[in-house]
């Protein structure tokens, strides 16, 4: 049990266990995201990440910022463990990142939701079988699946669209369609790197709409933007990197 972070019980995740009904809303005081002192250089030399320290709360939605190359998306892939820290641990969910051992790596993943900029749906699947997969996965009965996809496609608006192919729709359709698959499996944690980056500007207040009200029914969403207006207009903690380091945190979601 070396990976285990916290003693508690409630963190030690296994596919039924991870998010019973009621427990979706863990004690404040424990971080469910926690850098240490955590550095990344990839092997070409380059410093991604100095010294990261930081706390992410259950229920928080938190914007990351910063100029190209500042090290958010080695940041996220940091989270889902798409990389690994070279020093420092990295805490999420309840597990150490850094020494996790690579077979865990799915377990850890089921505990979120991810959401990707160029959506990644399964071209030759319908949006609903995109949905249902992620079910599907996991073990989910057939009865089960039908009834919790049909809920998400009408939570994001797309209940009449569970018949077409992703090619048929617009990007912003295509990424309701990422948020329902990463949701399907209720995660603790969702998420986004640059989720509306590929959409056009009004879909990305409404994709921000959905993700915050999300975040008022438990999950802890994370999402990196460029998008200075919704930053300003969503009133979310921000987190700031410049060259691979925190240079603000800032609670009132100003930069
Ligand atoms: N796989 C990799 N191998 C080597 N260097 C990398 C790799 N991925 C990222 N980098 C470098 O690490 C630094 C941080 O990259 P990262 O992708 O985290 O930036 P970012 O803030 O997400 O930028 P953007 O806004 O352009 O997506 C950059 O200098 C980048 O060139
Ligand atoms: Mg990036």
């Known amino acids: 049990m070396d990976n285990q972070v916290f003693p508690n019980d409630d ?21 469910i995201i926690e850098f240490r002192g955590v550095s990344k250089t ?12 930081i706390q992410i709360h259950p229920g928080e939605f938190v914007f990351v910022v910063g100029a190209s190359g500042a090290g958010k998306s080695t ?13 420092g641990d990295v805490l999420v969910n309840g597990y150490n990142l850094t020494k996790m051992p690579r077979k865990q790596i799915p377990m850890l993943r089921r505990t979120m939701g ?11 699947m319908d949006v609903f079988d995109n949905v249902a997969f992620a079910m ?6 057939p009865n089960v699946i039908r009834r919790e996809v049909a809920k998400a496609l009408s939570q994001v608006g797309l209940g009449h669209k569970a018949r077409s192919k992703p090619a048929e729709l ?15 499996n209720k995660p603790k944690l969702l998420i986004a790197d640059e989720p509306t ?11 921000v709409e959905m993700l915050s009200r999300i975040n008022q029914q438990g999950t802890t969403v994370l999402m990196v933007t460029h998008e200075h207006n919704l930053v300003r207009d969503f009133h979310h903690r921000v987190i700031m990197l410049e060259g691979g380091t925190i240079v603000a945190d800032n609670a009132e979601g100003t930069i």
Do not use: C, W
């Open 11 to 31: 963190f030690i995740l296994t596919p039924d266990t991870v998010f019973p009904e009621d427990k979706h809303i863990v004690t404040p005081e424990k971080p």
């Open 42 to 53: 990839y092997q070409t030399g380059t410093h991604a990440l100095k010294d990261v320290n």
């Open 75 to 87: 940041f996220m892939k940091l989270i889902m463990r798409e990389e690994k820290a070279n020093t």
């Open 114 to 124: 991810i959401v990707f900029q160029d959506f990644r749906l399964i071209p030759t």
């Open 136 to 141: 599907h996965v996991v073990g989910e009965k």
């Open 170 to 184: 617009s990007g912003g359709e295509q990424q309701r369609v990422g948020l329902a698959r990463a949701l399907i």
């Open 197 to 207: 980056g590929n959409v056009d500007p009004n879909m990305s207040y409404e994709i």
